[in-house]
């Protein structure tokens, strides 16, 4: 049978990658989102054909659904689960310190 080992500080450093995440999320994939909805970029930038008036409409309505439904909502997303993991660490640290004291205080009594 194997035996888990969940420690404070491995959970720590993962809230952490985490926060990383939630904090490059925003700039990584917002910056993949406007550069594949800029209707200049797909030759509809002009503006001249109906086409390109269609095009670039959608695009803009693209960009934004992107980064309001995906792009926020993931590095909102990733923050939250990373405030989770540290409160989970910091309630584990106080919860092993409490037993710590507990433990010692017996052992002084026996």
């Given at each position: 049978m194997?035996?888990?080992?969940?420690?404070?500080?491995?959970?720590?450093?993962a809230?952490d990658?985490?926060?990383?995440?939630?904090?490059?999320?925003?700039?990584?994939?917002?910056?993949?989102?406007?550069?594949?909805?800029d209707?200049a970029?797909?030759?509809?930038?002009?503006?001249?054909?109906?086409v390109?008036?269609?095009?670039?409409?959608?695009?803009?309505v693209f960009?934004?659904?992107?980064?309001?439904?995906?792009?926020?909502?993931?590095?909102?997303?990733?923050?939250?689960?990373?405030?989770?993991?540290?409160?989970?660490?910091?309630?584990?640290?106080?919860?092993?310190?409490?037993?710590?004291?507990?433990?010692?205080?017996?052992?002084?009594?026996?």
């Amino acid at each position: 049978m194997s035996e888990m080992v969940w420690n404070p500080k491995a959970w720590q450093g993962a809230a952490d990658a985490f926060d990383k995440a939630a904090s490059g999320a925003s700039g990584a994939l917002g910056s993949t989102v406007s550069g594949t909805t800029d209707p200049a970029a797909c030759g509809a930038g002009s503006g001249y054909a109906t086409v390109d008036g269609a095009v670039s409409v959608m695009l803009t309505v693209f960009n934004q659904i992107m980064m309001d439904n995906v792009v926020t909502t993931l590095r909102d997303g990733l923050a939250s689960e990373s405030g989770a993991m540290e409160a989970t660490a910091k309630s584990l640290r106080e919860t092993e310190q409490a037993n710590t004291e507990r433990a010692r205080a017996i052992g002084d009594q026996l």
